[in-house]
């Protein structure tokens, strides 16, 4: 079908629209890669679990790949239109209005873009795509419980995808709920032992609860996946230092210091650990 729809593109087809008089469109001036992922992207809207539906009218491909172009140029209000226009040729694509919102995100129209998905939604409450961004969206506006609840609901409807988890659990950690935090942090690690930011964030809340046992094991785990993770190491140094193990705490903060010089507070406090130190 993308095939079928690039090659008619290529060639300046003649599409109807709105029941005018035929007109021809030449699209040399899109780039026939980005055209070809574009019509392959739409098109497999028709076959998804979005809906069992025909596939999209020419019409509606159309002025999808003008969406495409004019987004590619940053001209955010002339893809916001030619996805408009798609979704008014193909009204029951909730590809198509989820792909809006983004637009709405980027023209900081935040009201229509929360709007629309939750409109989505409501019509089909699985649908994914709308949901993660709906997700977002409340996240963004501190709207944590909504957040949160979207967040419980795509990892029900997909159980392996770890970036729900993350997001629930830092969710959980902004609303206080750290037990739920922790417990959705083992989830990600019992899915994917090598998980970087989930033993990094375990780690983190292992330090707020004061468990630095837990922290320091979480977070040499952390910096045996990534050496390079400089807060890390800040994070090691304040346990060390919370343990009043002086040695300890000063060789994590001058790594910290190694890998991020420009780090003033990590220097003040490896700064604070010399003087004491010295006494």
């Known amino acids: 079908f993308a095939i079928r729809i690039a090659n008619c593109k290529l060639q300046g087809v003649t599409f109807n629209l709105h029941n005018r008089n035929k007109e021809k469109f030449t699209m040399g001036k899109i780039n026939i890669c980005v055209m070809l992922l574009a019509t392959l992207l739409f098109g497999a809207c028709a076959v998804s679990k979005e809906s069992v539906r025909p596939e999209p009218s020419k019409e509606s491909s159309y002025y999808y790949l003008m969406a ?58 699985d649908y994914e795509p709308a949901l993660s961004l709906l997700a977002q969206m409340y996240s963004t506006q501190k709207d944590l419980q909504k957040a949160i609840n979207i967040y419980e609901k795509l990892i029900k409807l997909d159980p392996q995808k770890i970036q729900s988890y993350i997001h629930l659990a830092y ?100 700064s604070m650990l010399y003087l004491k130190k010295d006494r």
């Open 171 to 270: 969710l959980y950690t902004v609303d206080n709920q750290f037990e739920k935090a922790v417990t959705i942090l083992k989830a990600v690690i019992a899915l994917d032992a090598d998980n970087v930011m989930a033993r990094y964030y375990l780690g983190k809340l292992y330090i707020g609860t004061k468990q630095y046992d837990l922290a320091i094991t979480e977070l040499q785990k952390t910096l045996e996946l990534n050496p390079t993770l400089w807060d890390a190491y800040n994070m090691l140094g304040a346990t060390y230092d919370s343990l009043e193990d002086t040695d300890k705490a000063i060789s994590n903060y001058e790594e910290a210091v190694r890998l991020n010089p420009r780090n003033t507070d990590v220097k003040k406090r490896l």
């Open 68 to 125: 495409t172009e004019a987004e590619m140029a940053q001209d955010w209000e002339g893809a916001l239109k030619n996805l408009g226009l798609a979704a008014k040729e193909d009204p029951d694509s909730l590809y198509l209005k989820t792909e809006m919102t983004r637009i709405y995100v980027k023209l900081n129209r935040t009201e229509e873009a929360v709007r629309t998905l939750e409109e989505v939604v409501r019509k089909t409450p």
